[in-house]
């Protein structure tokens, strides 16, 4: 069973910075994939980026490319999303999710933290 703790949202300003941390337990294989996602209130929640276990090769919504940056360090098992030149329009809940190779949806969900980014 994987379990997954984020860290580091809060309130900023528009143009401000957030990095938010998503610790991991248990298997590596079940982590291969991790990703953050977003929902915003009265919207459905939406992928925002994801890294594989190489730490290479990411993906990210088109509305964050240039401005969020995915990594993880796989010595502890954490993901991590630097945010840069927030925007209003990114406040939502950001979850973190992982799943293994196998899986063709994420299986495991963080508990989510509270960005807001304020004009």
């Known amino acids: 069973q994987v379990q997954l703790v984020e860290s580091g949202g809060g309130s900023v300003q528009a143009g401000g910075f957030l990095r938010l941390s998503c610790a991991a337990s248990?298997?590596?294989?079940?982590?291969?994939?991790m990703g953050w996602w977003r929902q915003a209130p009265g919207k459905e929640r939406e992928f925002v980026s994801s890294?594989?276990?190489?730490?290479?090769?990411?993906h990210y919504i088109e509305s964050v490319k240039g401005r969020f940056t995915i990594s993880r360090d796989t010595a502890k098992n954490t993901a991590y999303l630097e945010m840069n030149s927030l925007k209003p329009e990114d406040t939502a809940v950001y979850y973190c999710?992982?799943?293994?190779?196998?899986?063709?949806?994420?299986?495991?969900w963080g508990q989510g933290t509270q960005v807001t980014v304020s004009s």
């Open positions: 999710a992982a799943r293994s190779i196998a899986d063709a949806t994420y299986r495991y």
């Open positions: 248990g298997r590596t294989e079940d982590t291969y994939y």
């Open positions: 890294i594989r276990l190489n730490g290479v090769n990411t």
